[in-house]
């Protein structure tokens, strides 16, 4: 086709890859299309068949354009799955669906792969990962609706509930739904119906008679859409400027490795995987800006008065850098992604759900070694962080200095801990892979061994003996949730970590 031709050339000119051209182009292609059908198809102007109907069409020309030929894949994958929903009974439909989303998208993961295709998220194989988490958490929802007990429910699945499988217009507008088809975030099923109908919008207030009515009012997103805008362009530039004189790959050069010390190692591999972030903020961080121009995303009101706009969201960055535990670190990054494993695994299966958990994370991404050890180690460098918490945190709760120390000393570990086993995300093959453990010494690896033998309970006092040594001079005149960290229990460390 011509546009193809024209972006290809183009892209020659620029001396960019043509994903990476089009990809940008697709972006602020949606982000206009969200402008105007937030100004042209707002819920108290048209039906709510018309939105499904304008995102639909919409989404599935901007996907012609995105994906060329590779649409073809998300519309078989989309529409056997939803055959599934259809005709299999919902006591067992999700197996189903599960089985073939993963099963269609590892094949074009093992197809890209074997023909040493490299790995281009940017073009359908992104959005294709993407389709399977909504596929499958539909699938999962319609279980938990039809076929289990309300009362028997997580509290994220009584919020992801759906009742019934959605007509052909509610479904595809779902799947083609223009602010999250390329890169996310993933707006889950029952707050996409709640975007289209306007419930996101509706609140409470008291009328002149005292007595409460639902009304229908739209805050504007212009202040945060234009601040990640502007986040969105400081990422762009970091990811051109400062990445190439800090590459990862860098790490595994062997005059590197030959000729620098331990500590310079350490220093480098923590800056080259900082900025390597940028990436991800760029394309993250640009699509959440997206997702709120069209009115997608919306949380309420801060103590302020002032709106939130991070409901449905790729990633918190604040804090995903300020955390102090590697539960914080991965709650915050990929965050949609992180809903997904917890509705369709970590609450599904009996056993083992964390290290499974990983494993579907590490399968989800693609077959590369680096995924595996990636993921395996971050299942190990969890459980052996928990440990460790248990053992020490008490330690450090006597007075607030202590306890700042504690979390400046937690939040450098998490993070060196991170840009330890992340690299291989990114070396993706075997020996790349154990070259660059090796100039390491596979001292975290050890370390974190090492740490699964300390005790998995910390032994407490008798309550009367604690009270009567407790410093209770230390709690006058201190905030609440200071105070109650000297409780003697992991009441507060649980609130923190969430």
């Given at each position: 086709?011509?546009?193809?031709?024209?972006i290809?050339?183009?892209?020659?000119?620029?001396?960019?890859?043509y994903?990476?051209?089009?990809?940008?182009?697709?972006?602020?292609?949606?982000?206009?299309?969200?402008?105007?059908?937030?100004?042209?198809?707002?819920?108290?102007?048209?039906?709510?068949?018309?939105?499904?109907?304008?995102?639909?069409?919409?989404?599935?020309?901007?996907?012609?354009?995105?994906?060329?030929?590779?649409?073809?894949?998300?519309?078989?994958?989309?529409?056997?799955?939803?055959?599934?929903?259809?005709?299999?009974?919902?006591?067992?439909?999700?197996?189903?669906?599960?089985?073939?989303?993963?099963?269609?998208?590892?094949?074009?993961?093992i197809?890209?792969?074997?023909?040493?295709?490299?790995?281009?998220n940017?073009?359908?194989?992104?959005?294709?990962?993407i389709?399977?988490?909504?596929?499958s958490?539909?699938s999962?929802?319609?279980?938990?609706?039809?076929?289990?007990?309300?009362?028997?429910?997580?509290?994220?699945?009584?919020?992801?509930?759906?009742?019934?499988?959605?007509?052909?217009?509610?479904?595809?507008?779902?799947?083609?739904?223009v602010?999250?088809?390329?890169?996310?975030?993933?707006?889950?099923?029952?707050?996409?119906?709640?975007?289209?109908?306007?419930?996101?919008?509706?609140?409470s207030?008291?009328?002149?008679?005292?007595?409460?009515?639902?009304?229908?009012?739209?805050?504007?997103?212009?202040?945060?859409?234009?601040?990640?805008?502007?986040?969105?362009?400081?990422?762009?530039?970091?990811?051109?400027?400062?990445?190439?004189?800090?590459?990862?790959?860098?790490?595994?050069?062997?005059?590197?490795?030959?000729?620098?010390?331990?500590?310079?190692?350490?220093?480098f591999?923590?800056?080259?995987?900082?900025?390597?972030?940028?990436?991800y903020?760029?394309?993250?961080?640009?699509?959440?800006?997206?997702?709120?121009?069209?009115?997608?995303?919306?949380?309420g009101?801060?103590?302020?008065?002032?709106?939130?706009?991070?409901?449905?969201?790729?990633?918190?960055?604040w804090?995903f850098?300020?955390?102090?535990s590697?539960k914080?670190?991965?709650?915050?990054?990929?965050?949609?992604?992180?809903?997904?494993?917890r509705?369709?695994?970590?609450?599904?299966?009996?056993?083992?759900k964390?290290?499974?958990?990983?494993?579907?994370?590490?399968?989800?991404?693609?077959?590369?070694?680096?995924?595996?050890?990636?993921?395996?180690?971050?299942?190990?460098?969890?459980?052996?962080?928990?440990?460790?918490r248990?053992?020490?945190?008490?330690?450090?709760?006597?007075?607030?200095?202590?306890?700042?120390?504690?979390?400046?000393?937690?939040?450098?570990?998490?993070?060196?801990c991170?840009a330890?086993?992340?690299?291989?995300?990114?070396?993706?093959?075997?020996?790349?892979?154990i070259?660059?453990?090796?100039?390491?010494?596979?001292?975290?690896?050890?370390?974190?061994?090492a740490?699964?033998?300390?005790p998995?309970?910390?032994?407490?006092?008798?309550?009367?003996?604690?009270?009567?040594?407790?410093?209770?001079?230390?709690?006058?005149n201190?905030?609440?949730?200071?105070?109650?960290?000297f409780?003697?229990?992991?009441?507060?460390?649980?609130?923190?970590?969430?």
């Amino acid at each position: 086709m011509v546009h193809f031709q024209v972006i290809q050339n183009l892209s020659d000119k620029l001396g960019v890859r043509y994903v990476e051209l089009n990809f940008v182009i697709c972006q602020c292609l949606a982000l206009l299309c969200s402008y105007i059908f937030r100004w042209f198809f707002k819920p108290t102007k048209v039906s709510a068949t018309t939105r499904h109907a304008v995102q639909l069409v919409v989404g599935f020309l901007l996907a012609i354009l995105a994906f060329n030929m590779g649409l073809f894949h998300v519309l078989i994958d989309a529409t056997v799955c939803y055959i599934m929903m259809l005709t299999i009974d919902p006591h067992l439909a999700q197996y189903y669906v599960f089985a073939f989303s993963m099963s269609y998208m590892s094949a074009v993961h093992i197809y890209h792969q074997s023909l040493e295709l490299g790995v281009y998220n940017l073009d359908y194989i992104g959005p294709l990962m993407i389709l399977t988490m909504k596929l499958s958490s539909l699938s999962w929802s319609i279980h938990d609706g039809c076929a289990r007990d309300e009362d028997k429910l997580t509290d994220q699945q009584k919020k992801m509930i759906v009742r019934k499988v959605p007509n052909p217009l509610e479904f595809y507008s779902f799947i083609f739904n223009v602010p999250g088809l390329l890169v996310g975030p993933v707006c889950y099923f029952t707050h996409y119906i709640e975007f289209i109908d306007g419930t996101n919008f509706m609140h409470s207030v008291k009328n002149e008679k005292g007595e409460e009515v639902m009304v229908y009012k739209e805050p504007s997103s212009v202040r945060a859409v234009t601040g990640k805008l502007l986040f969105t362009v400081m990422s762009a530039l970091v990811l051109m400027l400062v990445v190439p004189r800090f590459p990862i790959w860098g790490n595994v050069d062997d005059d590197f490795i030959n000729n620098r010390s331990m500590l310079y190692k350490i220093g480098f591999l923590m800056v080259s995987i900082e900025v390597a972030k940028s990436k991800y903020f760029f394309a993250w961080v640009w699509a959440d800006a997206i997702n709120n121009a069209a009115g997608i995303g919306f949380n309420g009101y801060d103590k302020h008065g002032k709106p939130k706009w991070d409901g449905v969201t790729n990633i918190r960055i604040w804090n995903f850098e300020t955390a102090t535990s590697l539960k914080v670190l991965v709650d915050n990054w990929n965050v949609t992604g992180s809903t997904w494993l917890r509705h369709v695994c970590y609450d599904r299966v009996p056993f083992q759900k964390q290290l499974i958990t990983f494993v579907l994370s590490a399968v989800w991404h693609g077959f590369y070694m680096g995924y595996f050890i990636t993921f395996l180690s971050a299942s190990l460098f969890v459980t052996a962080a928990k440990k460790v918490r248990i053992n020490l945190r008490h330690h450090f709760q006597s007075s607030v200095g202590l306890s700042r120390f504690y979390d400046v000393l937690t939040w450098a570990c998490t993070h060196l801990c991170l840009a330890y086993f992340i690299a291989p995300f990114t070396f993706l093959r075997w020996d790349p892979c154990i070259k660059y453990f090796n100039s390491l010494y596979w001292f975290l690896h050890i370390l974190a061994i090492a740490a699964l033998f300390l005790p998995g309970r910390r032994r407490t006092k008798p309550p009367s003996e604690e009270t009567s040594k407790r410093p209770e001079v230390l709690n006058h005149n201190l905030p609440p949730h200071i105070s109650e960290s000297f409780n003697g229990s992991l009441q507060f460390e649980d609130k923190k970590e969430r």
